[in-house]
């Protein structure tokens, strides 16, 4: 049995992280396209899709009573971020974000071997 899919929709600003992590992702520069994605998506294989959380706001009622009530693919908001940067929070080193937002810890050694 194969694993459930995992997709992700959110704008081109913030697609390449979730692909730098090995995610499917779709992106969606409104929430109207974000509703064509999820409809497309709906209608095949079951998994998990996590939706940019401004979009599934203004999708509406509609649209949450309309996934809430789906059998083969839960849709979720991914943790609200901040989609154009913003500034890191104060020591945290390109490492620590790294390891953040793949999931995996980096080491680096200054002279190119391995620690």
Known sequence: MSRP???????AEL????????VRTEQAGTAAAAGDVL??????????????????REL????????????????????????HGGSAPVGES???????AVGYEFTFDPMGGNR
């Not at 899919?5 to 704008?11: A, E, K, L, R, W």
């Not at 497309?40 to 979009?55: C, D, F, H, K, T």
């Open 5 to 11: 899919q995992v997709t992700v929709i959110v704008p």
């Open 15 to 22: 697609a390449d992280g979730y692909r730098l992590a090995g």
């Open 39 to 56: 409809n497309q998506l709906i209608g095949g294989q079951p998994g998990v899709v996590a939706v940019y959380p401004p979009y599934l």
């Open 60 to 83: 509406g009622g509609r649209w949450h009573r309309r996934v809430s009530q789906l059998e083969a693919i839960l849709v979720v908001a991914l943790p609200d971020g901040q989609a």
């Open 94 to 100: 390109l490492r620590d974000l790294l390891a953040r």
